[in-house]
């Protein structure tokens, strides 16, 4: 079974950043496999028992093409046995593939006898998310497990982090791939985009559990990403060109004011800017049935809310920060209604807010029990002692 495993910023941040606590909030962990690579991780650069105990990962460049797609990337093995393939899909950051928080993760999971695989996606590079993501994410699948040198057992498997469940979910529902899905993993994911525009436009959301619906201040990254997409959708190079410069320079300065609609904007655009500066919950639906067509279609490309998930064969693991300010956790909840019970397992961390970590005792146990649920998707080969 080869693993895919794709990461968004800033959901890359929020697992390592998450585990880099674990030594500073708990007592020093065991020595089980799950223990030690979550140890490792909060050691970065720095050494652990892992390290000391299995050989340096190899690192190597390589290019692939599927259907006419080119694609370049970073392949980090053990030069032990591989167990299993993981693909992990950078985040939303202008270093993609070689962030050093990526890159630390890889040689950790390599370490663990993965394959690892780190695909260059340009877009994610650019600040923006979009459909193609979900096709870069299944090629990425289909490259690393027609490989049998590379993952001699052919596990397969699929996971994403913050943006990434949705390109995760979809992608995995491919017919191609879809018999081949057998683990799934989320971290503060999504699973109703127009719910998500919700939050991050207004603050708030609503628990289907409890039925209570609830208000936090969203954090303004998940809006810059938004328009920050949407900006190559417009209809005018001039208003592609004003909205991309003035996210950025938000971005940059950390501005968290409302984005200005000037008068001689397109329609478009003007749409766009009213659902963004928008902060009363019940007009959201309206607004987005006001955007372009072009861009309620990509919308509806990675939001995984309108597909029928019922069908996905893989085992599925939820993980999210009960004060993640980013995507609420009710959307991991959202996601687990909508899965078989029997294939769903959701872990909601209690000092998670996505970025902002401030762990509390009961979430060391949870991690490590979705680390170990990781591991235990490799092949059943004699584990590292």
Same mark, same amino acid.
């Given at each position: 079974?080869?693993? =895919? &495993? *794709?990461?968004?910023?800033? #959901?890359?941040?929020?697992?390592? !950043?998450?585990?880099?606590?674990?030594? @500073?909030? +708990?007592?020093?962990?065991?020595?089980?496999?799950?223990?030690?690579?979550?140890?490792?991780?909060?050691?970065?650069?720095?050494?652990?028992?892992?390290?000391?105990?299995?050989?340096?990962?190899?690192?190597?460049?390589v290019s692939y093409q599927i259907?006419?797609?080119?694609?370049?990337?970073?392949?980090?093995?053990?030069?032990?046995?591989?167990?299993?393939?993981?693909?992990?899909?950078?985040?939303?950051?202008?270093a993609g593939k070689d962030d050093l928080r990526l890159v630390l993760l890889a040689k950790t999971l390599a370490?663990?006898?993965?394959? =690892? &695989? *780190?695909?260059?996606?340009? #877009?994610?590079?650019?600040?923006? !998310?979009?459909?193609?993501?979900?096709? @870069?994410? +299944?090629?990425?699948?289909?490259?690393?497990?027609?490989?049998?040198?590379?993952?001699?057992?052919?596990?397969?498997?699929?996971?994403?982090?913050?943006?990434?469940?949705?390109?995760?979910?979809?992608?995995?529902?491919?017919?191609?791939?879809?018999?081949?899905?057998?683990?799934?993993?989320?971290?503060?994911?999504?699973?109703?985009?127009?719910?998500?525009?919700?939050?991050?436009?207004?603050?708030?959301?609503?628990?289907?559990?409890?039925?209570q619906s609830h208000y936090r201040t969203a954090n303004p990254y998940a809006s810059w990403i938004f328009a920050l997409s949407n900006a190559e959708l417009l209809e005018r190079p001039e208003d592609r060109v004003w909205l991309r410069e003035k996210v950025m320079a938000m971005v940059d300065s950390g501005d968290v004011s409302s984005l200005a609609s000037v008068p001689v904007l397109a329609s478009d655009t003007q749409a766009l800017l009213e659902l963004l500066n928008n902060r009363e919950p019940e007009r959201v639906p309206a607004l987005i049935r006001q955007l372009s067509p072009r861009i309620r279609t990509e919308l509806a490309a990675i939001n995984p809310a309108i597909h029928d998930?019922?069908?996905?064969?893989?085992?599925?693991?939820?993980?999210?920060?009960?004060?993640?300010?980013?995507?609420?956790y009710t959307e991991s909840i959202a996601l687990a209604e909508r899965l078989p019970p029997d294939k769903v397992q959701l872990f909601l961390i209690e000092g998670v807010a996505h970025v902002d970590i401030r762990l509390q005792g009961e979430d060391i146990p949870k991690l490590v029990e979705a680390m170990a649920l990781?591991?235990?998707?490799r092949s059943p080969q004699q584990r590292i002692k």
């Open positions: 079974m080869t693993w =895919v &495993l *794709v990461m968004f910023m800033p #959901g890359v941040a929020s697992l390592l !950043v998450t585990v880099c606590f674990l030594s @500073a909030c +708990a007592s020093p962990l065991g020595d089980t496999e799950a223990e030690l690579a979550l140890e490792d991780i909060a050691a970065g650069q720095g050494q652990s028992r892992l390290k000391q105990q299995t050989p340096e990962p190899t690192h190597i460049g259907k006419g797609r080119h694609y370049r990337a970073d392949l980090y093995r053990s030069p032990s046995l591989s167990r299993a393939g993981i693909v992990l899909v950078p985040g939303v950051v202008p370490r663990l006898r993965f394959t =690892v &695989l *780190v695909p260059d996606i340009e #877009g994610l590079r650019r600040y923006q !998310v979009g459909h193609r993501d979900v096709e @870069a994410v +299944a090629d990425a699948f289909r490259y690393l497990s027609a490989r049998p040198a590379l993952v001699p057992q052919g596990r397969v498997g699929i996971a994403g982090f913050s943006y990434g469940a949705g390109p995760v979910l979809l992608a995995s529902l491919q017919p191609d791939i879809l018999q081949q899905v057998s683990f799934i993993l989320t971290m503060g994911g999504y699973h109703d985009l127009h719910k998500l525009v919700t939050y991050f436009t207004t603050g708030h959301y609503h628990d289907e559990a409890s039925g998930l019922s069908g996905l064969q893989a085992q599925v693991i939820l993980l999210h920060g009960r004060s993640d300010d980013i995507i609420p990781l591991l235990d998707q």
